[in-house]
């Protein structure tokens, strides 16, 4: 190649290379072009969906009541140090991870982090720091969905209430925002603001949740208002953390069963529906003579150690719980009648309490199974396949108490906007009469007197009167050393008189508590008193 050429490639190549030069430095100053490239890498974080909240019959926040925040972190931004002392220690380490991520994200902090110079979003706690009706209100899944409880069954409305949201950052390709560029909030869809308010008192579920932690380690206590049929409170133990469920899961202790909803043997609790029929078919006269055992098909059946209660009429076999009598009283009723009983106070049937949630129906005999003599006994003092929620047991109780009106038990009021209005009124099943009045003021006065002068005296409150009925259910379940677990209730109302109150306690499945159902009921009933006079003063 010729000196000339050479010089004319290597004059055409620094041309070429200035041209370039020049076109970059143009670029760099043009403002549109920066521009472009930010519209290119327009970044958007979504911010967590606010849910709606539950509410007590008073309007109080059960959920969704202590405010949490969202800090922005933005690559190459001084947020990193100032956060770090700010959130968990799991955050701490995810902050570590993304360090150099090119992309914002959003971090939990326990606070307004804005006078520190970081971009902070507020939302609030699902749970209060101490939960609240955890088996009633159930807890959620990572996406923020309820998968038990009533979060699972108004689903549809909670997760649609806060407006869904998303942090947008101009961001250069690094990731850094890019000068002149504040992040800003978007709205792709409004929430509906509504929540769910619930029939449950704050107060009274603090009340028998502090009770219950102190002297029912396996249970559960369900308080009802008598005029409504309204739940007040509900308590099942073992409790959960619903910010971690996977501990439960693990450790397999039954802490997930809501025991408010599920059936469990009644045993003499159930005597109070046997003795509703004596009195309604006119067999309130019957007497035994109880030995302490009774023979029939040659099956033997006890009363409870062998005791014998020697010449009892209805009245002294309820306060004694005497098997004996109710045997040979089952005997004269019948199934069918029997069955009939139970049906009307609301045995063997589910109890819708929201949208796809209902409790256990328990079960009762089916066809003949009662034609059966040696079955009519057993199911005439609550055992056999008999099988009832604590929710029945209690609205059963409520019957008496609401002369012989069965009321569906409610949970639910209705979903509210935010601002406390109606949105939709829960649908209520209507009405039953369970007995006539006559025979629900007789059995008042029976089982207040299963309190003063029979069985149930652990069940008498320090102020006022009470009426209850114990009851110990054989389950079938045996222990390491071969003793049979057992189910101990105490179901009644308070005061004895005039009713405000219908309170079930059940310990289910131990060999024997070492406080009595009665003794937590009275407990119970001591602290509703002591609520009702401050509320009075």
Request: charged share 20%; glycine share 10%.
């Amino acid at each position: 190649m010729s000196l000339r050429r050479l010089l004319f490639l290597a004059g055409a190549l620094v041309l070429l290379f200035g041209i370039v030069l020049c076109r970059v430095l143009w670029i760099g100053t043009d403002t549109s072009y920066a521009q472009n490239a930010g519209a290119q890498t327009a970044q958007t974080t979504a911010l967590p969906r606010e849910r709606g909240n539950f509410y007590d019959r008073t309007g109080r926040l059960l959920t969704g009541h202590d405010p949490c925040w969202y800090a922005l972190c933005i690559p190459g931004d001084a947020s990193y140090a100032t956060l770090f002392p700010y959130v968990s220690y799991a955050e701490q380490a995810e902050l570590y991870e993304r360090r150099n991520s090119a992309t914002p994200f959003l971090i939990q902090v326990d606070q307004d982090l804005t006078a520190q110079g970081v971009n902070t979003y507020q939302s609030a706690r699902r749970y209060l720091p101490i939960p609240i009706a955890v088996h009633l209100l159930g807890y959620l899944d990572g996406e923020g969905h309820g998968v038990s409880g009533l979060e699972s069954a108004y689903d549809d409305v909670l997760y649609t209430s806060g407006d869904e949201a998303a942090v947008c950052c101009v961001t250069s390709a690094q990731g850094r925002l890019l000068a002149g560029n504040e992040p800003t909030i978007e709205i792709s869809e409004e929430g509906n603001g509504q929540g769910v308010q619930l029939t449950i008192d704050a107060d009274i579920q603090r009340l028998c949740e502090g009770i219950a932690s102190l002297y029912m380690p396996r249970g559960c206590i369900v308080v009802m208002d008598r005029n409504t049929g309204e739940i007040l409170a509900s308590v099942s133990m073992p409790e959960y953390d619903p910010l971690n469920v996977a501990k439960s899961i693990e450790a397999d202790d039954t802490s997930l069963i809501n025991r408010t909803f599920s059936a469990f043997s009644a045993g003499s609790v159930f005597k109070v529906v046997v003795a509703a029929a004596a009195n309604e078919q006119g067999l309130d006269w019957f007497t035994h003579d109880c030995t302490g055992s009774v023979e029939v098909a040659g099956q033997i059946y006890r009363c409870a150690q062998g005791r014998a209660h020697g010449n009892v009429n209805l009245r002294g076999a309820l306060e004694q719980s005497c098997n004996c009598y109710f045997v040979e009283l089952g005997r004269l009723l019948g199934g069918d009648v029997l069955l009939r009983e139970a049906e009307k106070f609301g045995f063997g049937t589910a109890t819708a309490v929201a949208p796809g949630l209902k409790s256990n129906a328990g079960t009762l005999p089916e066809g003949d199974v009662l034609d059966n003599a040696g079955q009519l006994a057993v199911f005439s003092f609550g055992q056999g396949v008999l099988t009832a929620t604590p929710l029945q047991i209690t609205s059963m109780m409520n019957a008496v108490a609401n002369d012989g009106t069965w009321m569906p038990p409610r949970l639910v009021r209705s979903v509210v906007e935010a601002d406390g209005t109606v949105a939709k009124e829960m649908e209520v099943s209507p009405e039953q009469t369970a007995c006539s009045a006559d025979t629900a003021r007789v059995l008042r006065s029976m089982l207040q007197s299963v309190v003063e002068e029979g069985i149930g005296k652990d069940a008498a409150p320090a102020d006022g009167t009470a009426a209850g009925k114990t009851g110990t259910a054989q389950t079938g379940q045996f222990d390491e050393a071969g003793e049979e677990l057992l189910n101990y209730w105490f179901a009644g109302f308070y005061p004895a008189e005039q009713p405000r109150y219908t309170i079930t306690v059940l310990q289910d499945g131990i060999l024997e508590p070492e406080t009595s159902s009665a003794e937590i009921f009275a407990r119970v009933a001591d602290g509703l008193h002591v609520m009702d006079g401050q509320s009075d003063a």
